[in-house]
């Protein structure tokens, strides 16, 4: 079995104007009340009639990005980007492989929300891919 496709980010210039043309133009509920305005999109409120959908979030380039990121910034003209996530095992592991296969490390790994690790890299292609893992569980 593969690995899922579990979370994606719409990141832009505006963030509130793209928050407001995706909640417009798809229905979705997006929660952006947080201090960095990462606008959430839940899972569970917006799934297709046969319940099928993922969570995501829109939001706008940061002043200041990851410390890890190696990627352009916002003050360089940074535009954004649209990424997918996929849950993977180990984020590290996963990012060394994509290296490994010609890909390029962007970011990571992070510690985020809830103790979730994610990391971003480029296929050889340049597109954008997300990486995430949950917290080890203990017994």
Known sequence: MGN???HFEVEGRD???????????????????????????SREENLSAEGVGIGGA???VP?????SWRGPTRDEGYQGHVT???EVDD??????????????RLQGPDEVMGGLTMGKFSDPEGH?????SKPAQTA
């Open 15 to 41: 963030g509130e104007a793209l928050q407001k043309f995706y909640s417009e133009m798809f229905g979705w509920l997006i929660n952006a009340n947080n201090p960095a305005r990462y606008g959430l999109v």
């Open 63 to 67: 002043q200041t990005p990851s410390s």
């Open 84 to 86: 997918i996530f996929v």
């Open 91 to 104: 984020v590290e592991t996963a990012l060394v492989q994509a290296e490994r296969l010609g890909g390029t």
């Open 128 to 132: 954008l891919i997300g990486l995430i």
């Open 58 to 60: 829109v939001f706008e």
């Open 4 to 6: 899922a496709v579990v």
